[in-house]
């Protein structure tokens, strides 16, 4: 029989897990598999991708969408649509970024912020003493 | 927490009835309310097969509705005989897509979906809940790399794997959609899911990254 090398059994991976390859393929990826840790892995990996795909919950869809598409198939039907369909608001990233407190400043973002205040205080204490030695 | 009554109780009650059944009242008796169950049902549905494909929220919306209101003006033309209705959508929505121009196969035509409508946190599998902190780690990890992974995908592999996988679509089906013979419908689906393996660090190199942090 022969065998199957990394290279060539990757492309026929989704098929192998989907259970649709070739009993011929089925044979010898069952083969390569029980031989190589890296292919097992990668075919770990592509089982968690695979669910992650499966489990993507849908994004609302825009408000007034639904209506919208209604009104498309006739003034009555957008009327109904308009008292059928609740207006909710769109509870999207932009409202959860909103209520997210700040993201903590970085290293360099720290050492930057604490030089700008040193040369605003030393610039102002300069200007305050040029002022001073102008009065007295 | 109690709810008020809302108006939408008429889809309520409609809520468990078939897509068959709605799309035959929609037809036959021009009921009102199917055609708006209707729209309920695939308007989220539509929309994000176009937002995870396109990326582009205007081309999804408008794209959504004029597939949605074509295929309910005349629900008889687009019956579901032995199949299901997402899969007379998607080809309608597919052949829009190629109308438009977008070069499904050119590697050109990537776009990157706007960070506040890529949520990684939908991603989410049940398996998540209760797992340990270092595994639901590299599971926020993956979800993170797997946004900037589709955004590299080629719109048609997009397509494919934003159909295929969240409405379980058999080959058959795909086929069907895409307008081409099974072996081949599997072989872009086979492609598409490789292409977005590829574009992924390989888990040894993922864990080798993530160690830092894993440190207390």
Known sequence: MNRLDCRQLLPHLESYLRGDASEELRLLADDHLARCTSCRRRLAHLKQVTAMLAAWRPMPAPPGLKTETAAALGPDLGRRAREVFPRRPFLGRRRRERLRPPAPMTGYQRVATWLVIAALLFLGAAIAYRILQQWM | ?216
Do not use: C
């Not at chain 2, 929609?26 to 396109?54: C, E, K, Q, S």
């Not at chain 2, 080809?91 to 035509?109: C, N, S």
């Open chain 2, 1 to 216: 927490m109690t709810h008020a009554p809302m108006p939408s109780s008429p889809l309520d009650a409609l809520a468990d009835a078939s897509e068959r059944d709605l799309l035959a009242s929609a037809a036959v008796r021009a009921d009102a309310d199917a055609t708006l169950a209707l729209i309920d049902r695939y308007t989220p549905v539509l929309f994000n097969l176009l937002l995870r494909t396109t990326g582009l929220v205007a081309l999804a919306e408008e794209l959504t509705r004029d597939v949605l209101a074509d295929a309910l003006r005349q629900p008889a033309a687009v019956p579901p005989p032995d199949g299901r209705w997402i899969v007379a959508l998607a080809k309608e929505t597919y052949r829009r897509l190629l109308a438009i121009e977008l070069r499904p196969d050119e590697p050109t035509h990537r776009v990157r979906i706007a960070p506040r409508y890529w949520q990684p946190e939908r991603l989410q599998t049940a398996d998540d809940d209760g797992l340990r902190p270092a595994t639901a780690r590299a599971a926020r990890l993956l979800r993170r790399r797997l946004g900037e992974a589709w955004s590299r995908l080629a719109m048609r592999q997009r397509f494919v794997l934003a159909l295929v996988e969240p409405h379980k679509l058999s080959t058959g089906e795909l086929a069907d959609v895409l307008g081409e013979s099974e072996p081949v419908a599997r072989q872009i689906r086979d492609e598409a899911k490789l292409a977005l393996l590829l574009e992924l660090p390989r888990p040894s190199d993922a864990r080798r990254r993530e160690a830092p942090e894993a440190r207390p």
